[in-house]
């Protein structure tokens, strides 16, 4: 009987499993999938099912996620994966596998699962964090959720406050995130994290944050914006962010204007005493350093910078009067430099130029070569003959009459060239104690000039021509013939969209000068701005954030690239 009694069982239990396999969804069917995430026993399974489901259609049509048959699987599972992430924060495990497969759908009607993640607890689900601020960079959040994303995002940020690699990658995947919503109630946390001052907190991060306010463009971030000009990482002075703070004051436009006048005028005693503090630090590590500092100078070379990267005519009189300012020839250098870059109007130029002139009689010797520079962005070709003096003066330097050469020639046209060609074979060689040789290297200058003169199209030729001499001196004369080629569209394309074409190509030349040759003159020709010069810089930015020619290029190209948006904003 007993026998018998435990046969039934073991039928029983038979036909129950019997049951149960048969009741199990279809392993392609997402609806089913879906249906079983609610069972702790299958929901491993039906993750994986779904995921390889949807990532299968997603390989098979290319990416393509508007596809109707991924659409189809989205709309069959999303609700499902969501109310299941909510409902079982205890299973970390299975819940990082569906914020994953939720990164992979992209689709918004994820966003409460994504904002219970960024929910975040200290190791336990920092990577569920992560992986949902990755995806709501991706998402196009509806208008009516940006503030509850922001909210979550900004509130996620917030309390991070280790210095575990794990903490700087939620912070960078926060920041990102932020950034792509565009919305400014994402000021506050952007601003907190921009000028926070901890040893817990690699300055990158600020660098990050700071960049991410440029995105948003939102004149509340000015008086922070200005204090980063000049922040520097806790115990390294030499790490900066004043150049993502300019390009982002530079974002903003006018209302960055009278707030940075009134520090170029010493009227803001907040950056004057950032400016004394960063002396400081500068002095501990290197006392002769900071002896050749002070405060007005510090904020006059951050000042001037940015008025001039800002480029409003209205500059030009408090710019001229700093050229001018009694007892330091420094700020009388950082003023004039930045009077080249301001969107002047041709009654400007004779003043301008007289500024440049008088500067440079009184700059000491390494300041002169970098005048001479600055004037070459001018495009002015009243300019030249004083090139031709300085060239000729055998009291100056030798750097300095060399880059007078080069100026000159790099700005010439075919009457011009021959002018200098006669006043380099009047220059004695080096053994009577002359530079004639040294002066002669700009002979593939002058050749190009000979060629082109003022032919736009045959210099848009010759900048594209990069540099394929192995040899250092053939070398080097290819590479002076493509940076004269971008000087003269420079002088002469200005509003030909073939000449801004040809040099957004060079942004990402090898060669640094190369590159800032292209980047001023797309400053000076690019009228309406250029989408494509915009998104070129911000992929060198993305790819060569580290890298030392990124480090001297950026100086120079965020402005350059803020200015650009700001005149497509504009139409020119």
Known sequence: ???????????????????????????????????????????????????????????????????????AIVDASIDKLVQCYIDNPQDTQNGLHIINLLYEMRDPRAIPALVRALDWRAEVNEEHAIRAAQTIRFLQVPENRKGEVVEALSNALDRVSGARAIDNRMRIEFLHALGALRDRRATPVLVKIATAQS??????????????LGMLAD????????????????????????????????????????????????????????????????????????????????????????????????????????????????RHVYAA??????????????????????????????????????????????????????????????????????????????????????????EPPSEDGGYRENFARNEPALAAATECNDDVACWARKVRERPTAREQEAREAQLLVVRKACYMLGRYGRGNEAAVAALTEMLDAPDLEVRLAALTA???????????????????????????????????????????????????
């Not at 029983?12 to 026993?41: F, K, S, W, Y």
């Open 199 to 212: 040893e817990n907190q690699n300055f990158l991060i600020n660098r990050l944050a700071a960049q991410k």
């Open 522 to 572: 797309l400053d000076r020709i690019a009228v309406r701005g250029s989408q494509a010069a915009i998104d070129k810089i911000e992929r060198l930015r993305e790819t060569e954030e580290g890298r030392s020619i990124w480090t001297n290029f950026s100086r120079e190209a965020l402005p350059v690239q803020a200015r650009l948006r700001n005149r497509m904003a504009q139409g020119g």
């Open 337 to 426: 430099i930045a009077l080249v870059r301001l969107n002047l109007e041709p009654g400007d130029l004779p003043r301008v130029r007289e500024a440049l002139t008088r500067v440079f009689g009184e700059a000491n010797l390494e300041a002169k070569p970098q005048l001479l520079a600055a004037m070459r962005m001018l495009y002015d070709p009243e300019l030249t003959p004083f090139f031709l003096r300085q060239a000729a003066d055998r009291d100056l330097h030798p750097a300095v009459r060399l880059e007078a050469v080069l100026s000159y020639a790099l700005l010439a046209d075919r009457a011009q060239a021959a002018e200098l060609r006669a006043f380099i074979q009047r």
């Open 219 to 330: 004149p509340a971030s000015v008086p922070a914006l200005i204090r980063c000009l000049f922040l520097f990482a806790p115990g390294n002075p030499a790490l900066r962010m004043n150049d993502v703070a300019a390009e982002a004051l530079v974002r903003i436009g006018r209302p960055a204007f009278e707030p940075l006048l009134a520090v170029l005028r010493g009227q803001d005693a907040e950056a004057e005493a950032l400016a004394a503090a960063y002396i400081e630090a500068v002095r501990a590590r290197d006392a002769r350093a900071a002896a050749l500092m002070n405060p007005a100078r510090v904020r006059s070379a951050e000042a001037t910078f940015a008025l001039g990267a800002l480029g409003f005519r209205e500059a030009l009189e408090p710019l001229l009067a700093e050229s001018q300012v009694q007892g330091d020839v420094d």
């Open 1 to 71: 009987m007993r026998g018998g009694v435990a046969t039934g069982w073991r039928v029983v239990a038979l036909v129950g499993t019997i049951g149960l396999v048969a009741c199990r969804a279809d392993p392609d069917d997402p609806a089913g999938q879906a249906g079983e995430l609610a069972d702790p026993l299958r929901r491993q399974n039906a993750i994986a099912n779904l995921h390889r489901i949807y990532t299968g259609a997603l390989a098979q049509h290319n990416g393509d996620r508007a596809r109707p048959e991924l659409r």
